[in-house]
């Protein structure tokens, strides 16, 4: 996507250095900071702590890492190691386990000295792949919101969770996708924009929404309910983390309230995520989908601009308080009303009926 007069992905190789360039989403939208990751350990702390964040790019920064990896050592024992480091770093989504399989299936029956180059071009296939992908999800969740703006007459007014933008993917996003393409296409939409405590990534989905023209307005968590209520809410649009053969939706921390007080209001929930977000191996999701416990010192401090423009954590509860910080939540597929993939659109217990290959 176009920041100013340049074009950006989230991430992308630097081969002259060895090294991979990622955005810093831990200090947007204050400052658009550039990072290189030189090693497979700073791939791993770059997820842990969240400069690289949401499910598409997880994947894609650990097939990366792997590459890292490979590039100073390509031995069985550092594949193995590279593959263990970078699974732990965040539990939930899928996205991680499914491109770490997918490099290690492709390095491990190679010769070592063919690793390094094998790793970089699987990479750099994977983050070609998840711009195709947004793309197709965008395509099929705009002849949707063609409908419903037809439908209504007026703006469609979505409300979204988090960020599922460019920003989460390597390019377009899932569930703004669709917003992108229906903003270019002349469909009038304005955007309610979750802030998303604690971590605010609701203000990297404005900023994201600023930068393409689109119309939006940053609410606190708890307004949507009301807007619901109001009748000022024509359609749910999220993304997810993992989501069951079942059609469960496993997705940032509020995103199950936003779906229950859609289903109070007749208000229609979808859940915008490409088949890598799928794990179709989960039959119980609450008892089955790991959901990531986070320090509470997120609950506790945020980056902040000062009056004198500096940027600067700042403490907003005293140290001694006790906080939980459950990252996710999950969104039973009663609640949904359509999953939107790179295949289509389905109703969330026929996800299967898009994917043969795993019905
Ligand atoms: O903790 P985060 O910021 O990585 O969580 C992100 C989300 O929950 C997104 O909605 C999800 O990953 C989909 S991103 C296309």
């Not at 497979?40 to 792997?66: H, Q």
């Not at 949707?144 to 960020?163: F, M, S, V, W, Y």
């Not at 999220?238 to 496993?250: E, I, L």
Request: aromatic share 6%.
């Amino acid at each position: 996507m176009k920041v100013k007069d340049r074009f950006y992905r989230t991430l992308w190789p630097e081969y002259d250095r060895g090294a991979v360039a990622i955005i810093d989403q831990t200090v947007l939208p204050h400052q658009l900071v550039v990072r290189e990751l030189e090693t497979v350990a700073a791939a791993a702390d770059a997820i842990v702590t969240m400069r690289a964040r949401g499910a598409p790019l997880i994947g894609v920064t650990a097939a990366y890492g792997v590459a890292l990896a490979m590039t100073q050592d390509d031995s069985d024992q550092a594949l193995e190691a590279a593959v263990a480091l970078l699974s732990h770093t965040r539990p939930t989504a899928v996205n991680l386990a499914w491109a770490l399989a997918r490099m290690q299936k492709v390095l491990a029956k190679l010769p070592p000295n063919e690793r390094c180059e094998a790793a970089w071009r699987e990479a750099a296939a994977m983050a070609d792949e998840d711009v195709a992908t947004n793309q197709a999800i965008g395509r099929h969740g705009l002849g949707l919101l063609r409908e419903k703006q037809r439908a209504t007459g007026r703006p469609l007014r979505i409300l979204t969770h988090c960020n599922a933008g460019w920003l989460a993917t390597i390019d377009w996003g899932t569930a703004l996708a669709p917003i992108f393409l229906a903003h270019d296409a002349g469909i009038p939409l304005h955007v309610w924009v979750d802030e998303t405590r604690p971590r605010n990534q609701g203000l990297l989905t404005a900023w994201e929404l600023a930068g393409h023209g689109v119309p939006h307005t940053v609410i606190a968590d708890n307004a949507g309910g009301l807007l619901m209520q109001r009748g000022e809410v024509d359609l749910v649009l999220v993304g997810a983390d993992r989501v069951s053969r079942a059609g469960d939706v496993c997705n940032k921390i509020g995103t199950y309230l936003k779906a229950l007080a859609a289903r109070a209001n007749e208000v229609p929930f979808y859940a915008a995520l490409p088949s890598s977000t799928i794990d179709w191996r989960i039959a119980d999701a609450l008892k089955e989908i790991p959901i990531e416990e986070r320090s509470g010192e997120e609950m506790k401090s945020l980056n902040a601009r000062l009056e004198d423009g500096r940027i600067a954590r700042v403490q907003i509860m005293g140290p001694e308080t006790e906080v939980a910080n459950p990252a996710f939540d999950l969104t039973p597929a009663a609640l949904v009303t359509g999953i939107i993939t790179e295949r289509g659109i389905s109703a969330p217990r026929e996800l299967a009926s898009l994917y043969p290959e795993w019905a």
